[in-house]
């Protein structure tokens, strides 16, 4: 198995904070530049993905292949009515978007895109900084974010805006947890929060196929994360509209797009970094090719592994149903927190037995595989919970003459069948009202 590193090794963070400050300039400026072409291009692929699914052209006037449909789009969202409503907070309803836009950019600052390089005659990691605690700044930043949604949502004073704002807290506190958990067992592997060393670690073998139940939990929890399809509570255009961008328009609401596709990013590079093995050359082809993880290669190796999870995000997109509020909440808390929490036990003790050398070798794989499986299935066969003991359960669904329609709960037994009938709920008449008082 792979050696547990030092914290934050002199060796990995040395290289940081002694570029110039036009070096600097340069790679913030790469950085910027390279998230906005992203987004325009994953926001192209995605129509073009979905269209191909769904059996629909998608765009393709503009430019070749409609590659310039997004560019398109933008400058439209630009030159639109900006409307401010009435009921709005006018200085909280501005800066939400620009809160949501700001911190999915400075995430970046942290990922390692590459080695060492020489650039313009200077020697420089293709990362614009690291520190020992890299990770959780990521997190940190991003959990900032959702301050610009949450308060997009409240301050546009209108009911469907609040309840996806509220949604959005709710959705961040549940899969937040379970995304933090994930990460727990590849610092006990890599012994270190810092990006570039946890791409250090994973020199040998990803973190990803040792550590399989932190992988899927990840990207589920990054997926919950970025409010994406089928975890699109918050703006779920059924239910609310548009949730809480439904009073934002013009550049506004272009930055909440933005915001979007650069979380989706982000989320990617991470998952990158932590169990693909960063910028290193999938299917270890550097065994063959010496030259495959120098230079600037690897950056090659890097966006290939971002785009792939940006597929995997469209894909969801394009197959999945929109899960309901309740079954979504209760997957966050009742699955994968408790699912993670025992997965960081079974690690840390095998960390601690393989350090203490009471396993070696192909037996610490063997009860490593072992412990993945049993959780993958508890948590893909897990138990039904209280959907089979309200099965057979009664409910009174008796008209009464003037009520109200009410439909029965959904965890009722009388809505699995075809056409469960309303029940009329009796108005609280002053009759009724004196004699429950009485």
Same mark, same amino acid.
């Given at each position: 198995?792979?050696?547990?590193?030092?914290?934050?090794?002199?060796?990995?963070?040395?290289?940081?904070?002694?570029?110039?400050?036009?070096?600097?300039?340069?790679?913030?400026?790469?950085?910027?530049?390279?998230?906005?072409?992203?987004?325009?291009?994953?926001?192209?692929?995605?129509?073009?993905?979905?269209?191909?699914?769904?059996?629909?052209?998608?765009?393709?006037?503009?430019?070749?292949?409609?590659?310039?449909?997004?560019?398109?789009?933008?400058?439209?969202?630009?030159?639109?009515?900006?409307?401010?409503?009435?009921?709005?907070?006018?200085?909280?309803?501005?800066?939400?978007?620009?809160? *949501?836009?700001?911190?999915?950019?400075?995430?970046? *600052?942290?990922?390692?895109?590459?080695?060492?390089? /020489?650039?313009?005659?200077?020697?420089?990691?293709?990362?614009?900084?690291?520190?020992?605690?890299?990770?959780?700044?990521?997190?940190?930043?991003?959990?900032?974010?959702?301050?610009?949604?949450?308060?997009?949502?409240?301050?546009?004073?209108?009911?469907?805006?609040?309840?996806?704002?509220? $949604?959005?807290?709710?959705?961040?506190?549940?899969?937040?947890?379970?995304?933090?958990?994930?990460?727990?067992?590849?610092?006990?592997?890599?012994?270190?929060?810092?990006?570039?060393?946890?791409?250090?670690?994973?020199?040998?073998?990803? =973190?990803?196929?040792?550590?399989?139940?932190? =992988?899927?939990?990840?990207?589920?929890?990054?997926? +919950?994360?970025?409010? $994406?399809?089928?975890?699109?509570?918050?703006?779920?255009?059924?239910?609310?509209?548009?949730?809480?961008?439904?009073?934002?328009?013009?550049?506004?609401?272009?930055?909440?797009?933005?915001?979007?596709?650069?979380?989706?990013?982000?989320?990617?590079?991470?998952?990158?970094?932590?169990?693909?093995?960063?910028?290193?050359?999938?299917?270890?082809?550097?065994?063959?090719?010496?030259?495959?993880?120098?230079?600037?290669?690897?950056?090659?190796?890097?966006?290939?592994?971002?785009?792939?999870?940006?597929?995997? =995000?469209?894909?969801?997109?394009?197959?999945?149903?929109?899960?309901?509020?309740?079954?979504?909440?209760?997957? +966050?808390?009742?699955?994968?927190?408790?699912?993670?929490?025992?997965?960081?036990?079974?690690?840390? /003790?095998?960390?601690?037995?393989?350090?203490?050398?009471?396993?070696?070798?192909?037996?610490?794989?063997?009860?490593?595989?072992?412990?993945?499986?049993?959780?993958?299935?508890?948590?893909?066969?897990?138990?039904?919970?209280?959907?089979?003991?309200?099965?057979?359960?009664?409910?009174?669904?008796?008209?009464?003459?003037?009520?109200?329609?009410?439909?029965?709960?959904?965890?009722? +037994?009388?809505? $699995?069948?075809?056409?469960?009938?309303?029940?009329?709920?009796?108005?609280?008449?002053?009759?009724?009202?004196?004699?429950?008082?009485?």
């Amino acid at each position: 198995m792979l050696p547990v590193l030092p914290l934050a090794a002199d060796t990995e963070l040395a290289a940081f904070g002694q570029d110039t400050w036009w070096i600097l300039t340069i790679k913030v400026f790469a950085i910027f530049l390279v998230l906005v072409l992203l987004t325009l291009f994953n926001i192209w692929a995605e129509r073009r993905v979905v269209a191909r699914m769904q059996h629909r052209i998608g765009p393709n006037v503009h430019g070749p292949f409609g590659l310039l449909q997004s560019l398109a789009d933008g400058v439209k969202l630009m030159f639109k009515e900006d409307i401010l409503p009435k009921a709005a907070d006018k200085v909280v309803f501005i800066l939400a978007p620009i809160i *949501a836009a700001v911190p999915a950019f400075v995430t970046f *600052a942290v990922i390692p895109f590459g080695p060492e390089v /020489t650039m313009f005659g200077e020697r420089t990691p293709l990362q614009l900084t690291d520190m020992p605690v890299a990770v959780l700044f990521v997190m940190a930043v991003a959990s900032i974010g959702i301050y610009g949604i949450v308060l997009g949502g409240w301050s546009s004073g209108s009911t469907y805006s609040l309840l996806g704002g509220l $949604r959005s807290s709710a959705q961040m506190i549940s899969y937040e947890v379970a995304m933090g958990l994930a990460l727990v067992a590849v610092f006990l592997y890599a012994g270190s929060m810092s990006t570039s060393e946890i791409v250090a670690a994973q020199e040998d073998l990803w =973190f990803g196929l040792i550590l399989i139940p932190s =992988f899927v939990i990840y990207v589920i929890a990054m997926v +919950g994360e970025t409010n $994406r399809a089928p975890f699109d509570l918050p703006e779920a255009e059924g239910e609310l509209v548009g949730g809480f961008h439904t009073e934002y328009s013009s550049i506004k609401f272009a930055l909440f797009f933005l915001a979007e596709y650069i979380n989706m990013a982000t989320v990617s590079a991470l998952a990158t970094t932590l169990f693909l093995g960063g910028w290193r050359a999938p299917f270890w082809i550097d065994k063959v090719w010496a030259g495959a993880n120098e230079g600037y290669v690897p950056v090659i190796w890097f966006f290939g592994k971002v785009l792939f999870f940006i597929f995997f =995000f469209i894909w969801l997109r394009g197959s999945l149903p929109r899960l309901r509020y309740d079954q979504f909440m209760a997957f +966050g808390w009742k699955r994968l927190i408790p699912i993670a929490l025992v997965w960081i036990v079974a690690v840390a /003790t095998l960390r601690a037995a393989k350090l203490e050398g009471w396993l070696e070798g192909d037996s610490l794989r063997i009860v490593i595989g072992v412990l993945a499986a049993i959780l993958l299935v508890l948590f893909f066969v897990g138990g039904t919970g209280g959907a089979a003991d309200t099965e057979d359960a009664e409910v009174d669904l008796t008209p009464r003459e003037g009520g109200f329609p009410t439909p029965p709960m959904p965890s009722t +037994g009388a809505v $699995r069948g075809a056409a469960a009938p309303l029940v009329f709920a009796s108005p609280p008449t002053p009759a009724r009202v004196a004699g429950e008082d009485a």
